[in-house]
């Protein structure tokens, strides 16, 4: 029996380790897919690694795209912006409004 993920249960909560993030990005992958909004837009982390840099939960920590997480961070190596195609992170952060500092908590 197959189980049916809603896509509300991809929504990232950045106010749990880095560890289960991840887990969550590849056990949701391709479909329904791990994603945060930002200004409104929806964006899907398809692949991303545990970092090791500190900082709030949810801040962009770098400008490569390092989120803060309860423990750890998390590097995204991968992402889609909503309607758009796949990116590997710096051809996204070339277009990127995301930038260091932003907060991706319920923006």
């Given at each position: ?54 900082g709030e939960p949810g801040i962009v920590l770098s400008e490569n795209l390092e989120i803060g997480c ?38």
């Open positions: 029996m197959q189980i049916k993920l809603k896509k509300t249960e991809g929504k990232i909560n950045w106010n749990i380790k880095a560890e289960e993030i991840l887990g969550l990005i590849n056990g949701l992958f391709p479909l329904p897919g791990a994603w945060f909004t930002y200004k409104g837009e929806r964006y899907k982390i398809l692949r991303a690694e545990v970092g090791n840099s500190k309860k423990e750890g961070s998390l590097k995204i190596t991968e992402i889609q912006r909503e309607g758009k195609k796949v990116q590997k992170i710096g051809e996204f952060l070339l277009g990127s409004r995301i930038k260091k500092g932003s907060n991706l908590n319920n923006v």
